[in-house]
């Protein structure tokens, strides 16, 4: 019952910051320094269009009106128009998400696979050659910016050794796994330099617990006191730092994706700022600023599912 | 290990142990590697053997140690080594200048915010909320589109966005002195607010915005070197380390050197200011 109670007041909570990005987004098209009509339509302009877009934006009325149409049309799942495509921001962005998930999926996962056996063996090397080793290659995983890991993966990988592909997205799953390796991997692995740090922490922290004294009392083997009691208790910890980085990793996704060409929704965000086609930013700001929100609300959701000492405040 | 001769007396501490030395390597080797590309771009003008824009048309995309370019040439011919260096002042003007607005705002921004609380502070940090909401880059991007690609618009948008995390850190820990010995003295002697919050609590709180200031910065530097790699940065011709990389995509298979050479610069950069940020964090921590 006391379960209903937490996620029903996080949902709550969530409301406000779901009503600020839809005002967030509204404005990207309000604050264009000029006749926003005039910027977005550019070298497309006609009067037509012009007259069409005015309308349908309702710029000749009070603000909170237009806003008021923005959300009329939002619930109908109406994003606008492309101008520089030509259809409805809706269905460009409904074809480009998937790429998007399977690259944020994909390097999710392979951040986890990467960082949990290395976190541990760090935590209990502590202080020792492979703990000093795996810290120093992180921090400078860290250091390097995303896009360059990604260009030195291409190089390696795809120009001299020819094994992985440089770029595409394929047409069925084998083929994303195989296409999307080299983007997820490069995403993983800034991710893992986060991921690992905080999870190395937390199992030292678990380390020091009394109840592994118990453990270790009972004389449990070596290998159950660390699966059973010491890696449970510090996942718990990394389910909540996979979902305050998860905008990070949303954002390297942005970046990635232009290094390997893949048509996902932060190709399509750097691509429409070229074109001025600002309809298009906005649809997609709205998108990614409602995942965050949705994802966050997941995280705590997922952290009161696993902990039974979580509640509300 | 000063603590217990502070009270008796303050100005002599114990000798430094190896030990103590040995575990500040660390930071050492990163204000080490920061000083190096300070200096590097400070005397760009000086220590620079090309104009950094000067284009040697008979000489494209030389290799690196022929003739008297020392780390070759771009598509353009123009010497990589002169770019790198005067790129260095345009990355370090972002990892500093964007950062020390963002700092001083959010810090400021999250000492009102505790310090009044009820609320102000809801108010003020529902508007955190929301911008935390969208991914950083995206909402950069998002700024950029309204006023336009450029160095000045990428400041912008960054001052706009990366104040955020400051803000929520100080707030927190201006709940905690606020409640504090020092400030009801201060209350009690009548101070005003805005003296108690700048004159007592800020030196208190300062040190955990200082020492992310220095992972900001390699966010930061980040963000500007994606701008600029595509391409709604930093814009032609002037050098920068992420456009560098952008740049010389289209070669990089026969001409690795082009994009390793700022890669590297930056990966110095940030491994630097990495080192420097977790030391102070983990000597802050040990002293907590």
Same mark, same amino acid.
């Given at each position: 019952m006391e379960r209903f109670g937490f996620i029903g007041g996080r949902l709550l909570q969530a409301i406000p910051v779901v009503l600020g990005v839809t005002i967030v987004s509204f404005f990207i098209l309000r604050l264009?320094?000029? $006749?926003p009509v005039l910027v977005m339509l550019?070298?497309?302009?006609t009067p037509q269009r012009a007259a069409q877009l005015r309308a349908n934006l309702g710029l000749d009325k009070a603000v909170w009106e237009q806003y008021y149409l923005f959300m009329r049309h939002l619930v109908q799942g109406n994003l606008g128009d492309s101008v520089?495509?030509?259809?409805p921001v809706g269905h460009l962005v409904w074809q480009r998400l998937p790429v998007t998930l399977w690259l944020a999926a994909y390097s999710t996962v392979i951040a986890i696979v990467i960082s949990v056996p290395l976190a541990t063996l760090s935590a209990l090397r502590r202080n020792r050659v492979a703990d000093q080793a795996t810290r120093t290659i992180f921090l400078l995983a860290f250091a390097m910016p995303p896009f360059w890991i990604g260009l030195v993966l291409i190089l390696v990988f795809?120009?001299?050794?020819?094994?992985?592909?440089?770029?595409g997205y394929g047409s069925n799953v084998p083929d994303h796994l195989y296409n999307l390796f080299l983007p997820s991997l490069t995403i993983a692995l800034g991710f893992a330099a986060i991921l690992i740090r905080t999870l190395r922490n937390s199992i030292l922290n678990v380390l020091d617990a009394d109840y592994l004294d118990t453990a270790r009392a009972k004389g449990l083997s070596q290998f159950r006191i660390l699966r059973r009691h010491v890696l449970r208790n510090a996942l718990l910890s990394g389910v909540t730092v996979i979902g305050v980085n998860l905008s990070y990793l949303i954002g390297s996704t942005v970046v990635i994706e232009n290094v390997f060409a893949l048509p996902g929704l932060g190709q399509l965000l750097a691509s429409s700022i070229f074109t001025r086609d600002l309809s298009v930013v906005q649809g997609i700001t709205l998108v990614f600023g409602l995942g965050v929100v949705a994802t966050n609300l997941l995280t705590d959701v997922t952290y009161a599912a696993l902990d039974p000492r979580v509640s509300y405040d | 290990m000063t603590e217990i001769a502070a009270g008796v007396t303050p100005h002599r501490r114990a000798p430094r142990s190896w030990a103590v030395w040995r575990g500040r390597i660390p930071l050492y080797i990163g204000i080490g590697l920061i000083a190096a590309v300070v200096v590097a771009a400070l005397l760009a003008p000086v220590i620079?053997?090309? $104009?950094?824009?000067?284009?040697d048309i008979l000489n494209t995309l030389a290799s690196p140690?022929?003739?008297?370019h020392l780390l070759g040439t771009d598509q353009f011919g123009r010497d990589v080594l002169s770019r790198l260096l005067y790129a260095g002042r345009i990355d370090l003007l972002i990892a500093f200048g964007a950062t020390a607005v963002t700092l001083t705002f959010g810090t400021l921004f999250g000492l009102v915010s505790g310090y009044y609380g009820g609320r102000i502070d809801a108010v003020m940090m529902r508007f955190v909320d929301l911008v935390f909401a969208f991914p950083f880059i995206v909402l950069v991007l998002a700024i950029i589109a309204i006023l336009g690609p450029g160095l000045r618009n990428m400041f912008i948008a960054i001052w706009i966005v990366s104040w955020v995390p400051y803000a929520r850190l100080v707030r927190g820990e201006v709940l905690v002195a606020k409640r504090q010995e020092y400030v009801m003295a201060a209350r009690a002697l009548d101070y005003g607010s805005p003296r108690i919050m700048v004159g007592h609590i800020l030196p208190n709180v300062i040190t955990p915005p200082l020492v992310y200031s220095m992972l900001d910065a390699v966010s930061n530097v980040g963000i500007g070197a994606a701008l600029g790699f595509l391409g709604l940065g930093v814009q032609d011709p002037t050098a920068e380390w992420g456009k560098m990389i952008a740049d010389s995509q289209s070669f990089m298979a026969t001409n690795w050197w082009l994009p390793t050479a700022p890669g590297v610069a930056i990966a110095i950069l940030g491994l630097g200011l990495s080192l420097v940020g977790d030391n102070l964090a983990d000597r802050l921590r040990a002293k907590g």
């Amino acid at each position: 019952m006391e379960r209903f109670g937490f996620i029903g007041g996080r949902l709550l909570q969530a409301i406000p910051v779901v009503l600020g990005v839809t005002i967030v987004s509204f404005f990207i098209l309000r604050l264009i320094p000029g $006749d926003p009509v005039l910027v977005m339509l550019g070298t497309h302009y006609t009067p037509q269009r012009a007259a069409q877009l005015r309308a349908n934006l309702g710029l000749d009325k009070a603000v909170w009106e237009q806003y008021y149409l923005f959300m009329r049309h939002l619930v109908q799942g109406n994003l606008g128009d492309s101008v520089y495509y030509r259809i409805p921001v809706g269905h460009l962005v409904w074809q480009r998400l998937p790429v998007t998930l399977w690259l944020a999926a994909y390097s999710t996962v392979i951040a986890i696979v990467i960082s949990v056996p290395l976190a541990t063996l760090s935590a209990l090397r502590r202080n020792r050659v492979a703990d000093q080793a795996t810290r120093t290659i992180f921090l400078l995983a860290f250091a390097m910016p995303p896009f360059w890991i990604g260009l030195v993966l291409i190089l390696v990988f795809s120009l001299h050794w020819h094994l992985l592909p440089i770029s595409g997205y394929g047409s069925n799953v084998p083929d994303h796994l195989y296409n999307l390796f080299l983007p997820s991997l490069t995403i993983a692995l800034g991710f893992a330099a986060i991921l690992i740090r905080t999870l190395r922490n937390s199992i030292l922290n678990v380390l020091d617990a009394d109840y592994l004294d118990t453990a270790r009392a009972k004389g449990l083997s070596q290998f159950r006191i660390l699966r059973r009691h010491v890696l449970r208790n510090a996942l718990l910890s990394g389910v909540t730092v996979i979902g305050v980085n998860l905008s990070y990793l949303i954002g390297s996704t942005v970046v990635i994706e232009n290094v390997f060409a893949l048509p996902g929704l932060g190709q399509l965000l750097a691509s429409s700022i070229f074109t001025r086609d600002l309809s298009v930013v906005q649809g997609i700001t709205l998108v990614f600023g409602l995942g965050v929100v949705a994802t966050n609300l997941l995280t705590d959701v997922t952290y009161a599912a696993l902990d039974p000492r979580v509640s509300y405040d | 290990m000063t603590e217990i001769a502070a009270g008796v007396t303050p100005h002599r501490r114990a000798p430094r142990s190896w030990a103590v030395w040995r575990g500040r390597i660390p930071l050492y080797i990163g204000i080490g590697l920061i000083a190096a590309v300070v200096v590097a771009a400070l005397l760009a003008p000086v220590i620079a053997p090309f $104009d950094p824009t000067a284009q040697d048309i008979l000489n494209t995309l030389a290799s690196p140690g022929t003739g008297k370019h020392l780390l070759g040439t771009d598509q353009f011919g123009r010497d990589v080594l002169s770019r790198l260096l005067y790129a260095g002042r345009i990355d370090l003007l972002i990892a500093f200048g964007a950062t020390a607005v963002t700092l001083t705002f959010g810090t400021l921004f999250g000492l009102v915010s505790g310090y009044y609380g009820g609320r102000i502070d809801a108010v003020m940090m529902r508007f955190v909320d929301l911008v935390f909401a969208f991914p950083f880059i995206v909402l950069v991007l998002a700024i950029i589109a309204i006023l336009g690609p450029g160095l000045r618009n990428m400041f912008i948008a960054i001052w706009i966005v990366s104040w955020v995390p400051y803000a929520r850190l100080v707030r927190g820990e201006v709940l905690v002195a606020k409640r504090q010995e020092y400030v009801m003295a201060a209350r009690a002697l009548d101070y005003g607010s805005p003296r108690i919050m700048v004159g007592h609590i800020l030196p208190n709180v300062i040190t955990p915005p200082l020492v992310y200031s220095m992972l900001d910065a390699v966010s930061n530097v980040g963000i500007g070197a994606a701008l600029g790699f595509l391409g709604l940065g930093v814009q032609d011709p002037t050098a920068e380390w992420g456009k560098m990389i952008a740049d010389s995509q289209s070669f990089m298979a026969t001409n690795w050197w082009l994009p390793t050479a700022p890669g590297v610069a930056i990966a110095i950069l940030g491994l630097g200011l990495s080192l420097v940020g977790d030391n102070l964090a983990d000597r802050l921590r040990a002293k907590g």
